[in-house]
């Protein structure tokens, strides 16, 4: 069965260091997210993205983030300059976009990503 | 915007046991309902879902029905076994751009 990939799975990076962090969605699916869980807090939406172009962000995702889809296969999240704050488990998910809002996002595994 | 709220965990059961977890949501229009599972070392994987009021969504032996004078989307499982120990996410989702808006998440541990 298709999945999502995610890589790499764990990220240490040094605080205003840059990030990449990448994701391979399902092959045929046009809607693309991220998400991200603060240790101990609720999964939260970053931002949606089709046809090239941003679909919806969250208040978290300022002018710090930004995402790509550089090549027909994969889908990136960028943190320019880490906060310690930005520490969490980033998801990325993607989906058919044939019967939104009702179907069903298909999350990668997950990035771990640690600021110091 | 909408919020969901799940029932403080972590929750312990014997194999066999009964499970209930609750969800309550509050939200804008009329949401579609999900429960997402993570087994350990893996990503958040659909359980079931429902779209509409009174819809029951099941999958593996679990089941959840969208009530919406209640406004909840309760999971239930008859007999849980040790496989079913991961963490439980509720999440529902409104309007056309698929936001997903989840609970904190319930870890579920079953032990033989």
């Known amino acids: 069965e298709p999945e999502v990939t995610q890589t790499p799975s764990h990220q240490v990076t040094q605080m205003g260091q840059e990030v990449i962090l990448r994701c391979v969605p399902i092959?045929?699916?046009?809607?693309f997210y991220w998400y991200r869980q603060i240790l101990g807090q609720k999964v939260e939406f970053l931002v949606s993205f089709y046809n090239n172009e941003i679909s919806e962000k969250s208040e978290i995702f300022d002018d710090q983030f930004s995402v790509e889809r550089p090549d027909g296969s994969n889908f990136t999240l960028k943190i320019r300059s880490t906060k310690l704050e930005d520490s969490a488990m980033y998801f990325c998910a993607s989906s058919r976009g044939v019967n939104r809002p009702t179907e069903t996002q298909y999350f990668g595994p997950g990035t771990r990503l640690l600021v110091l | 915007g909408n919020s969901v709220t799940q029932m403080e965990g972590p929750v312990t059961l014997s194999e066999e046991a009964f499970l209930t977890i609750n969800c309550t949501y509050t939200a804008t229009g009329y949401p579609s309902l999900f429960w997402y599972v993570q087994y350990p070392g893996e990503g958040l994987q659909l359980l079931l879902k429902?779209?509409?009021?009174?819809d029951k969504g099941s999958n593996k032996g679990f089941e959840a029905t969208y009530r919406k004078e209640t406004t909840s989307f309760h999971l239930e499982k008859g007999s849980v076994q040790v496989s079913d120990s991961a963490v439980y996410f509720c999440a529902c989702v409104t309007g056309a751009n698929s936001k997903l808006t989840f609970g904190k998440g319930i870890t579920l541990s079953v032990r033989p």
């Open positions: 092959s045929n699916h046009l809607y």
């Open positions: 429902a779209t509409k009021a009174d």
